[in-house]
């Protein structure tokens, strides 16, 4: 015989007890808005895979942030194109640069906004990976089976700290290591303090795995690999426990905060993050799942704000406590107009 009473739908009747009861809420404050910086001026045009984004130049860029500061969202985080690549990813500290010009431009215009700017060489080296590249025949040293060149970690390390110490002269308040090299939180924060950027944070991308689902970014950003991809720096999708581990070492490296990327698939590793981490907790939710929804919507299968509303929600509910989101103006835009999720 059923206990009848036990009816946990009690709390459910109506639309206030749902809103007493509700464990886990969110806010236009949760958001990071990431944007693509390209050459010129008067840019704004918007990037095929990825609807409703777009590559701004400095000038538009200007415009965009003042957008996203007036919906409340408190940060953004840059991505660039150069006007020039080559093998060393040299335009990557260029204080000419689209991003680090962008940087100053917007802290001049917009102090309080949170600039974040993404640490990574593979949008400014001719070959697309993530780090100083050593090919197979140049390099005994490089470990065979590499697939015909081989990222070398440690010299790596030297142009991360240049691009992070740029985007910090430049004005960032957070830099954010995506390249998934080791030791790169302690090299970066090493730089850093020697130049006096002390109060200059890092959010690193402590756990981000080799995933498909960066697809849409990489034609963004013109960031994909010349050859082969990335798993021989980012993590294998099929682990947890080494998770754990990059996010131990970040947190001894001196993170000041950590990125569990991406985020749909990976919710189980978000809330095992979050259990572990004494540090704020930031997902991403990233370009593929942004292409995926608005693919569907677009067609009418989906109910977009509905959709997006509560797959944020569900990042908060596995322990994120922020979100890059390609949904962040829309999804404040839904959240100030009160849609229900
Ligand atoms: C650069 C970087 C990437 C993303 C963020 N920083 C691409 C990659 O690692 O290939 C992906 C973001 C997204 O897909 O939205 N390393
Ligand atoms: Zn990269």
């Known amino acids: ?170 004005g960032a308040d957070i830099v954010a290591p995506s390249d998934m090299m080791d030791g790169r939180v302690a090299a970066i924060r090493e730089i850093l303090d020697e130049h006096g950027f002390i109060n200059t944070a890092i959010m690193s991308y402590a756990i981000k795995y080799a995933s498909g689902y960066y697809g849409p970014f990489r034609d963004a950003a013109d960031s994909a690999p010349e050859f082969g991809d990335r798993r021989q720096y980012q993590m294998d999708p099929a682990n947890r426990r080494e998770a754990m581990k990059e996010l131990e070492l970040d947190m001894a490296e ?25 540090l704020p907790l930031v997902t991403y939710n990233v370009s593929g799942e942004y292409a995926m929804v608005k693919a569907a919507a677009a067609q009418g299968w989906i109910d977009e704000p509905r959709i997006v509303l509560e797959t944020l929600n569900c990042m908060k509910r596995a322990g994120a406590e922020m979100i890059i989101t390609y949904h962040a103006l829309d999804a404040a835009k839904w959240l100030n107009e009160g849609v229900v999720y």
């Open 1 to 170: 015989m059923l206990n009848q009473k036990l009816r946990p739908r009690r709390m459910r009747l109506t639309p206030a007890l749902r809103s007493m009861v509700r464990e886990t809420t969110l806010s236009v404050r949760d958001f990071i808005y990431p944007l693509f910086l390209v050459p010129g001026t008067g840019v704004r045009e918007e990037i095929p895979s990825m609807p409703n984004c777009f590559h701004l130049s400095v000038d538009m860029a200007v415009e965009e942030a003042r957008k996203v500061a007036a919906l409340g969202i408190p940060a953004i985080e840059v991505f660039g194109i150069p006007e020039y690549k080559d093998e060393q990813g040299s335009s990557a500290w260029d204080m000419e640069s689209p991003v680090q010009r962008a940087i100053t431009a917007i802290k001049q215009a917009l102090p309080e906004l949170v600039i974040i700017a993404d640490v990574c060489m593979c949008e400014y080296t001719s070959h697309g990976h993530c780090g100083l590249l050593v090919r197979d025949e140049e390099q005994q040293a490089a470990p065979r089976g590499c697939g015909g060149g081989y990222v070398d970690n440690d010299a790596t390390l030297k142009l991360l700290q240049k691009n992070a110490l740029s985007q910090a002269e430049a």
């Open 254 to 278: 001196g993170a000041d905060m950590i990125i569990v990327k991406p985020a749909m698939a990976y919710l189980d590793i978000v809330r095992e993050a979050k259990e572990r981490c004494n």
